[in-house]
């Protein structure tokens, strides 16, 4: 009993790590907000409660959720949960931004780490003092190896639909440029990061908050938590 219950806890871990975020757009075709699901089209998702719901620039609640409303929603694949749910006109997108770009700025420390499809244990990275500060859409990031401080200076964009995170810069003090494709997430006050280097120029971008062991665009996902001002 005891195997039977490992093996279903190892494949039921395998089967979330494959779990990817999907977009679906459709129109809305029922809501019941006490049992937090919708319908959109044909397709019927939970509502996770920390799902992003903006209508026409707006975070609002499920509650304001109209059946025939067009919407824009991204859902976990292997749970059928909806992350983010967009409805009307994206002017939301420039809102959107501004928004979003607002919450990333300052400094926050990583406390989660995995490269290369390997975890660290949390002594690893607090040993890293991995940081990054974000002015207006200036990055700065740093890291301690062999006992010497490393900096990487760059831009970003954002792109809050897909959720995409862009940024281009090279290490402090170099003038070999780099650039990565990823994606980020909001989880109360820390912030994910999962990037993939474009060293090829065909990198493609993560589906999900994990890292793989892809060649030569070897990919990173790192837990960032705000730091107080």
Same mark, same amino acid.
């Given at each position: 009993?005891?195997?039977?219950? @490992?093996?279903?806890? +190892?494949?039921?871990?395998?089967?979330?790590?494959?779990?990817?975020? +999907?977009? +679906?757009?459709?129109?809305?075709?029922?809501?019941?907000?006490?049992?937090?699901?919708?319908?959109?089209?044909?397709?019927?998702?939970?509502?996770?409660?920390?799902?992003?719901? =903006?209508?026409?620039?707006?975070?609002?609640?499920?509650?304001? +959720?109209?059946?025939?409303?067009?919407?824009?929603?991204? $859902?976990?694949?292997?749970?059928?949960?909806?992350? &983010?749910?967009?409805?009307?006109?994206?002017?939301?997108?420039?809102?959107?931004?501004?928004?979003?770009?607002?919450?990333?700025?300052?400094?926050?420390?990583?406390?989660?780490?995995?490269?290369?499809?390997?975890?660290?244990?949390?002594?690893?990275?607090?040993?890293?003092?991995?940081?990054?500060?974000?002015?207006? !859409?200036?990055?700065?990031?740093?890291?301690?190896? !062999?006992?010497? =401080?490393?900096? @990487?200076?760059?831009?970003?964009?954002?792109?809050?639909?897909?959720?995409?995170?862009?940024? @281009?810069?090279?290490? =402090?003090? &170099?003038? !070999?440029?780099?650039?990565? @494709?990823?994606?980020?997430?909001?989880?109360?006050?820390?912030?994910?990061?999962?990037?993939?280097?474009?060293?090829?120029?065909?990198?493609?971008?993560?589906?999900?908050?994990?890292?793989? =062991?892809?060649?030569?665009?070897?990919?990173? $996902? $790192?837990?960032?938590?705000?730091?107080?001002?």
């Amino acid at each position: 009993m005891i195997r039977l219950a @490992v093996f279903a806890i +190892l494949v039921g871990m395998a089967s979330l790590a494959h779990a990817e975020i +999907l977009e +679906l757009e459709g129109t809305i075709k029922s809501v019941d907000a006490p049992k937090r699901e919708i319908t959109i089209g044909r397709k019927t998702l939970d509502v996770a409660k920390k799902c992003r719901i =903006t209508i026409d620039g707006k975070e609002l609640g499920i509650e304001d +959720l109209k059946p025939d409303q067009e919407a824009t929603v991204e $859902y976990d694949s292997e749970l059928e949960v909806a992350k &983010s749910i967009t409805v009307g006109d994206d002017k939301a997108g420039d809102d959107a931004v501004a928004r979003d770009m607002k919450a990333l700025q300052g400094e926050w420390e990583a406390v989660e780490a995995e490269f290369n499809g390997e975890a660290w244990d949390r002594i690893a990275v607090r040993k890293l003092n991995r940081l990054i500060r974000i002015k207006g !859409n200036s990055f700065h990031e740093e890291k301690l190896l !062999n006992g010497k =401080t490393v900096g @990487v200076d760059g831009k970003f964009e954002i792109n809050p639909k897909t959720k995409a995170f862009d940024f @281009v810069g090279k290490v =402090t003090g &170099s003038n !070999n440029a780099f650039e990565y @494709v990823g994606i980020y997430e909001f989880d109360g006050d820390k912030l994910k990061l999962c990037c993939r280097a474009n060293t090829d120029g065909n990198a493609t971008r993560p589906k999900n908050f994990k890292s793989d =062991t892809q060649k030569p665009n070897w990919s990173h $996902y $790192y837990v960032y938590k705000r730091l107080e001002e």
